[in-house]
């Protein structure tokens, strides 16, 4: 019959959970800065840290409110959650609003090189859009 109800054989979750990774119909990233971290001189450890960082590598960002000399840092982790830099205070203001605004930022690592016992990270930052 032309007005019957069409029955769906799979559970609707496990339907859509196979369409997780197709694009946002307005999704958008927005490109805001590229950026050496800072404060990889003072992590212990670093080059043990950024063993697997290389180039390409994505970063997550991550407000580290309890920091006590920049209430508004924000910290740069590996997928694992290793910390290897910060966003430099001249953008981390900015930055840690639009996180606390709601705004997903993320980084991707594209350099990396070793400058006598300083480690030089670089990442490009961006703003998902939705």
């Known amino acids: 019959m032309a007005n019957e109800l069409a029955t769906v054989e799979e559970n609707w979750l496990e339907l859509a959970d196979k369409f997780k ?3 946002m119909p307005f999704e958008k990233t927005v490109f805001l800065t590229e950026c050496h971290l800072a404060g990889t001189a003072e992590i212990d450890d670093m080059l043990v840290r950024t063993k697997e960082v ?3 590598t994505q970063l997550v960002l991550k407000r580290a409110a ?3 000399q920049d209430e508004r840092a924000v ?3 590996t997928a694992g ?3 290897v830099g910060y966003v430099p205070r001249r953008y981390a203001a900015v930055m840690a609003r639009l996180m606390d605004a ?3 930022l993320s980084a ?3 350099e990396k090189k070793l400058e006598g016992h300083w480690l ?3 990442a490009a930052i961006d703003m998902k859009e939705v």
């Open 108 to 110: 991707k690592v594209t």
């Open 21 to 23: 990774d197709l694009p």
């Open 54 to 56: 290389k180039k390409g």
């Open 81 to 83: 959650g290793v910390l």
């Open 102 to 104: 709601g705004k997903a």
């Open 120 to 122: 030089d990270l670089t």
């Open 66 to 68: 309890a920091d006590v």
């Open 75 to 77: 910290a740069a982790l």
